[in-house]
């Protein structure tokens, strides 16, 4: 009987020392309760409770944990119906807060995201819902964070996974985008069209620089040419003009005989002459070299030799 009882004893001690060892793993947190009331946080590895006195009363998971923000619709400042849903990441920092501050952890995120972001959003414009979501984020951690504060829990992020917006919207939306793709199209078109005439323009400009350049310096070198020719003529009439007054003969008939050819010339030249009869001969044009010199010796007063004078021979008959 003895044996039983002692039997009975040890069985009853290895069964408290069981109840007494908690071991808790790690990423993990336990509450330890007396009578009910919180009394210390268990951490993680090997840990004594006194049996039927104390005891587990919250296990709590300290890893960053997350929440899916359920699917939900939402009117926008314009009026306008989107359908949104998200994700919250969140961590225990405190695990007695967490245990003992709220009943609900899980569900109290869950509904404290779905308010702020109903509110966060409901004070946007459509296209601002659509276009900056960095800023929705941002804007539903910092109130979130807040509000969790005295759970002992850090918002670490907050995702918006979807926005959708009606479909009717999407379809105005859609040709909204094309409308000012092909605005911005011909924009480009008419800009890049008027580059190309003020290129050509300056262009044109630049030839036109150019050619009364060309023609003004074309011009200054057929002035200078024709400038050059009448100093020549002049220099040369001057010297022969200062022949004759130095009285000789043979500068007067060279001077005369040079604008006797000229002026022949220009008979053949002239755009109004098809055919000219103008029968000339050495003889004549002797003659009158020699006129002209007799003229020269009356006016200079000096003895000049008579040209010759060649009369023309007939032929005589039988030749």
Not at 105 to 127: E, F, I, P, Q, W
């Amino acid at each position: 009987m003895l044996e039983y009882l002692l039997i009975a004893v040890v069985v009853l001690v290895v069964l408290v020392i069981m109840m007494s060892v908690k071991i808790v793993s790690q990423g993990y947190r336990y509450t330890i309760e007396r009578f009910g009331r919180f009394v210390r946080v268990a951490e993680p590895g090997l840990n004594l409770v006194t049996p039927f006195v104390y005891r587990v009363g919250h296990k709590i998971n300290m890893m960053e944990q997350v929440v899916d923000i359920p699917g939900q619709e939402i009117i926008t400042k314009d009026n306008a119906m989107v359908a949104v849903d998200g994700v919250v990441f969140f961590q225990v920092m405190d695990a007695a807060k967490a245990a003992y501050e709220v009943s609900d952890l899980y569900l109290a995120l869950m509904a404290l995201s779905t308010t702020n972001l109903r509110t966060v959003m409901g004070s946007m414009d459509l296209d601002e819902t659509l276009s900056k979501r960095d800023e929705i984020n941002a804007r539903l951690l910092t109130v979130v964070d807040q509000a969790t504060e005295p759970w002992g829990v850090k918002i670490t992020r907050v995702e918006l996974k979807d926005i959708r917006p009606p479909s009717d919207i999407v379809n105005a939306m859609t040709r909204q985008m094309k409308a000012e793709r092909e605005k911005r199209a011909a924009i480009l078109e008419a800009e890049g069209l008027r580059a190309s005439e003020i290129l050509r323009a300056e262009g044109e400009k630049q030839a036109l620089i150019l050619q009364a350049e060309g023609s003004k310096e074309a011009a200054f070198r057929e002035a200078e040419a024709r400038e050059r020719a009448a100093q020549a003529e002049a220099n040369a009439t001057k010297s022969v003009s200062d022949a004759i007054a130095g009285g000789s003969a043979q500068a007067i008939n060279y001077f005369i005989a040079q604008k006797y050819v000229e002026a022949i010339g220009s008979f053949a030249t002239s755009p109004n002459a098809k055919t000219i009869l103008f029968p000339v001969e050495a003889t004549q044009l002797m003659g009158t070299l020699g006129g002209i010199g007799e003229l020269a010796k009356e006016v200079l007063g000096k003895e000049a030799p008579r040209a010759p004078v060649v009369k023309p021979s007939l032929p005589k008959a039988g030749q």
